[in-house]
Nanobody
């Protein structure tokens, strides 16, 4: 099971920060974990991915330099998404994802590569 939890309020002013956490419960760390988001009326969008083996952690172009994905070294099945310098365009439902499939590494940007989806948490950025 993949569970997404928001640290801090879901409503933040433009320029502010917010942190999301996600835990893959009842199992070892999946091959990959990451985040997608979906704004109202828009397609799902890849945000970031982190891999069990470490190394390259791809980040979506629209959040590059502002969002950081990381893994908890103590709670090893937990990942975080630190979101800084938020603006209205970041308003969306954020979904934690996970997969053990090999194509989730090469096709990390594709929602179809992920078998496990969290319930999602709404992030609203006011301008």
């Amino acid at each position: 099971d993949v569970r997404c939890r928001r640290l801090g309020g879901g409503l933040v002013q433009a320029g502010g920060s917010l942190k999301l956490s996600c835990v893959a419960s009842g199992r070892t760390f999946p091959l990959v974990m990451g985040w997608f988001r979906q704004a109202p009326g828009k397609e799902r969008e890849f945000v970031a991915q982190i891999r069990r083996r470490g190394g390259f952690a791809p980040v979506g172009d629209s959040v590059k330099g502002r969002f950081t994905i990381s893994r908890d070294n103590d709670a090893k099945n937990t990942i975080y998404l630190q979101m800084n310098n938020l603006y209205a365009g970041d308003t969306a439902a954020y979904y934690c994802v996970a997969s053990d499939r090999s194509d989730s590494v090469g096709d990390y940007w594709s929602a179809d590569s992920y078998d496990y989806w969290g319930q999602g948490t709404l992030v609203t950025v006011s301008s």
